[in-house]
Every structure is written in C-alpha cells, then in structure tokens.
C-alpha cells in the first residue's frame, strides 16, 4: 500500500482501508452499501435515521438499519435535536448491532433543521458534546460525528466543535468542507481539512466535499493529510470509483469501466433492489441510480428515457439492451 493508502482504526473497529461510503439520504441503503463494499470501499454509512423515529420503532425507520449483504462493519447514521432523544433511541439502535454510531451534524434541509437537528446542531456545539457523551457513556461500539464548517460564513466553527466532539468521546470526525449555508455549492474548502487535520493531528479525520472521481480522491488525501476520505456524489452510478481511487494510490493506472460492465452493474443493482422492497418499487426507486450510471455514456439519453417508465426487470432488461 502507498503510504496514503492505508488501514484505519475507529475505536475497536479496523478498516481495511481509509475509502468510504458517505452517508446519503436515498441512496445508501444496503443494497447500494453493499455494491459499494464489493468494489473496494472499507466502510459505507446508512442515509441517516431518525433517532426520533427509533424509538417509536417506526418501521420505515427501523428498516434503514438493516445490514447489507456482506456488510461486516454496519455504521448507521443518526439524526436527532439533543442528547434525549439520541438516549432513548440506543436501544432500538444497538439491535442492530451496528459498528459503528455516526451523530449526523450537517444536514442542510429544512425539515430537519427546524427540530434542531442537522446542522443546526453546528449553532449549538455543546450539545452535540452531550450527544455523543451521552451515547459514548450508553453503548459500547466508537461513536463518531459528521459536521460543516459552520453555520455561514461568519460562524466558521470546525475548531471548537472538534474540541468539544474529541473530548466527549468521540472515536472520528468526519467534515463536509462546507458551511450549512453553501449548501452543497461553490467548491469545497479543503484547506479547512487541513487545518482541521493539522490541530487534530492525534484524531481520526475523515473528509468529504467535492469528490466526484478517484483523482479527486487521491488529491484530498495528498492535500489535506486526512486520515480517510468519504465518497459521496462522486459514488453515484459509480461504485467502480473505490477500485479506481486504490489504482491509482498503488501507482496503477485505473481500468476503464466498459459499457457491458456498467449494465451488468445495473442489473445487480436492480435485482438487489428487488429482493429488498419488491419489483415495481425497485423499478422506480432505480431510476435515478441509472441516470447516473449512464452518465457519459453517448447516446443513452434514450435508455434513459425508457427507464423513466419502466416497471418491471424486463423491461429494464430490454431499455439496457439498446446500450451500445
Ligand atoms: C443526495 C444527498 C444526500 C445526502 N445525505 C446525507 C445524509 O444522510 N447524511 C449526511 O451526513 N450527509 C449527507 N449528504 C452529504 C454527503 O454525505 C457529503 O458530505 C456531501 O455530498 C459532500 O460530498 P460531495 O461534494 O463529494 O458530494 C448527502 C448529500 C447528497 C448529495
């Protein structure tokens, strides 16, 4: 391994590498965690799950936290306002037996922040110190958090949270290199990570912001020092990018992804999908994932098309077959 390739560990839990899976809401559920994991990634985190609706067991929540097929490091993501709410939702949690806890501190939209959740947290980091002291002191797997900058840009605030996040027991730090208001544009301000990476030097950083191919990958890791890199719109209809990105740090160049293997990764995709929720949920829920597999692809904006009604696998079947 390249000295920027390499195993990483959060509290108890060894990962074999420092290339993971962000969390994404309507993307990473295990189907897609698990995809993600066969093609090189060390750790995939859930979309995130309300703490709020674990404890009331609800079953659409619940079922985020299912693990994947081969998915021997479950880390599940967890929103929630305070450190009561994340309380009361450990036991519903830990019967999941995840490896990991991940606090979610930078959720942008509305619906989320309003409760006081997300990155509204980011305006009040002392209670995301009792968030994670309170489940560090209830569960005994590493608990680690996922935060912004800041609020804006006059609350740059990555520093104090870290402090307070590392002294409250947490195992990781994962940092969107943005602020809540940047949303998810202009570019990233890796520079930050590297502060960050540069106070912490002791801490297990992770970054994430702006990774939309294994060069990008490979440049974060070589510009911010961090200790991992976090995936996220760069893995959509690209699971390939977790083999491209170890290529390309054991000094190989990365295989071209073919035509046939992108169809082949759709399929397995779908019928994933398919065993998990059902055939015509599949189907739709597909949609989007194919979009961005084809990406790139010329003159696919007709199989695109296609799968905007396609309801069943055959048909699926059929649109794919067009792709030259
Ligand atoms: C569709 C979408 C869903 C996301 N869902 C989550 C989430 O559930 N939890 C979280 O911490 N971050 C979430 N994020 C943020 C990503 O994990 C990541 O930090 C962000 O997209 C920056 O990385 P990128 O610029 O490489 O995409 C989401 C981002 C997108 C685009």
Same mark, same amino acid.
């Given at each position: 391994?390249?000295?920027?390739?390499?195993?990483?560990?959060?509290?108890?839990?060894?990962l074999k590498s420092n290339l993971f899976l962000a969390?994404?809401?309507g993307y990473t559920d295990k189907v897609f965690r698990s995809i993600c994991l066969k093609h090189g990634a060390a750790l995939a985190y859930t979309e995130m799950v309300s703490s709020e609706g674990v404890a009331r067991d609800s079953a659409k929540t619940v079922v985020l936290m299912e693990r994947g097929e081969g998915e021997d490091n479950l880390a599940v993501q967890?929103?929630?306002?305070?450190?009561?709410?994340?309380?009361?939702?450990?036991?519903?949690?830990?019967?999941?037996?995840?490896?990991?806890?991940?606090?979610?501190?930078?959720?942008p939209v509305p619906k989320v922040v309003k409760t006081g959740a997300g990155s509204a947290l980011l305006?009040?980091?002392?209670?995301?110190r009792e968030i994670v002291s309170t489940i560090v002191r209830n569960v005994d797997v590493p608990v680690t958090v996922k935060i912004r900058t800041g609020w804006d840009t006059n609350s740059i605030n990555y520093?104090?949270?870290?402090?307070?996040?590392?002294d409250a027991g947490a195992s990781a730090l994962c940092m969107h290199a943005r602020t809540r208001s940047q949303l998810y544009m202009p570019t990233a301000h890796w520079e930050l990570?590297?502060?960050?990476?540069?106070?912490?030097?002791?801490n297990v950083?992770?970054?994430?912001?702006?990774?939309?191919?294994?060069?990008?990958? @490979? !440049?974060?890791?070589?510009? #911010?020092?961090?200790?991992?890199?976090? &995936?996220?719109?760069?893995?959509?209809?690209?699971?390939?990018?977790?083999?491209?990105?170890?290529?390309?740090?054991?000094?190989?160049?990365?295989?071209?992804?073919?035509?046939?293997?992108?169809?082949?990764?759709?399929?397995?995709?779908?019928r994933g999908l398919v065993d998990f929720m059902g055939e015509t949920t599949a189907c739709r829920e597909?949609?989007?994932?194919?979009?961005?597999?084809?990406?790139?692809?010329?003159?696919?904006?007709? @199989? !695109?098309?296609?799968?905007? #009604?396609?309801?069943?696998?055959?048909? &699926?079947?059929?649109?794919?077959?067009?792709?030259?």
């Amino acid at each position: 391994m390249s000295s920027l390739l390499h195993e990483v560990s959060i509290g108890n839990v060894t990962l074999k590498s420092n290339l993971f899976l962000a969390p994404l809401a309507g993307y990473t559920d295990k189907v897609f965690r698990s995809i993600c994991l066969k093609h090189g990634a060390a750790l995939a985190y859930t979309e995130m799950v309300s703490s709020e609706g674990v404890a009331r067991d609800s079953a659409k929540t619940v079922v985020l936290m299912e693990r994947g097929e081969g998915e021997d490091n479950l880390a599940v993501q967890l929103f929630m306002p305070d450190a009561d709410t994340a309380r009361r939702s450990l036991e519903g949690v830990m019967a999941y037996k995840p490896a990991i806890i991940d606090i979610n501190c930078g959720c942008p939209v509305p619906k989320v922040v309003k409760t006081g959740a997300g990155s509204a947290l980011l305006q009040n980091p002392k209670t995301i110190r009792e968030i994670v002291s309170t489940i560090v002191r209830n569960v005994d797997v590493p608990v680690t958090v996922k935060i912004r900058t800041g609020w804006d840009t006059n609350s740059i605030n990555y520093l104090e949270t870290a402090e307070l996040v590392f002294d409250a027991g947490a195992s990781a730090l994962c940092m969107h290199a943005r602020t809540r208001s940047q949303l998810y544009m202009p570019t990233a301000h890796w520079e930050l990570l590297a502060d960050l990476k540069k106070h912490f030097h002791e801490n297990v950083i992770i970054g994430s912001g702006d990774l939309f191919c294994a060069e990008d990958g @490979v !440049r974060m890791l070589e510009q #911010t020092g961090v200790d991992a890199i976090a &995936y996220a719109r760069g893995a959509i209809g690209n699971p390939f990018i977790f083999e491209q990105t170890r290529a390309l740090l054991e000094g190989n160049v990365p295989r071209p992804v073919s035509v046939d293997e992108k169809r082949e990764a759709i399929m397995i995709h779908l019928r994933g999908l398919v065993d998990f929720m059902g055939e015509t949920t599949a189907c739709r829920e597909m949609r989007k994932h194919v979009c961005a597999y084809l990406k790139g692809i010329p003159n696919s904006a007709k @199989v !695109r098309q296609a799968v905007t #009604t396609a309801l069943t696998v055959q048909e &699926y079947e059929g649109a794919l077959s067009q792709l030259k």
